[in-house]
């Protein structure tokens, strides 16, 4: 009987993981995209896919074994690679915001050598 649980459980998550992914991809969707019919419906079915994530989060199953895990330091775990993640993020988007300019301005040279290379046509 323990197997049973046990792939039940796991079962579980796998698939409140699976919805939560594709929620959140949909909610990418909804934020990427232009027009404004497929964005309420990326938004609503976002919403849906974390709701329908939520409610299987919350079975009685389900927080016994959050519970388990609560019980233990595997927040610390999760809290640091959080952190560290936040902090790549932060790190990508300053490298990315400060040489996007000397990008441009190294693009810019190269257009002009270019046409400087061109023979003029009267």
């Known amino acids: 009987m323990e197997l049973r649980i046990a792939i039940s459980v796991i079962a579980n998550f796998l698939i409140v993981a699976g919805l939560i992914a594709y929620g959140l991809r949909l909610f990418a969707d909804y934020h990427a995209r232009g027009r404004w019919a497929k964005n309420m419906t990326a938004?609503?079915?976002?919403?849906?896919?974390?709701?329908?994530?939520?409610?299987?989060?919350?079975?009685?199953?389900?927080?016994?074994?959050?519970?388990?895990?609560?019980?233990?330091k595997a927040h610390l775990v999760f809290?640091?690679?959080?952190?560290?993640?936040l902090l790549a993020a932060i790190c990508a988007f300053g490298i990315i915001t400060h040489w996007k300019p000397g990008r441009l301005r190294h693009e810019r040279q190269i257009g002009k050598g270019l046409q400087d290379e061109l023979p003029k046509v009267q």
């Open 79 to 85: 809290l640091i690679a959080s952190t560290i993640l």
């Open 43 to 72: 938004l609503l079915a976002g919403s849906g896919m974390l709701t329908l994530a939520f409610a299987l989060v919350i079975t009685p199953d389900n927080a016994a074994v959050i519970l388990l895990i609560a019980r233990t």
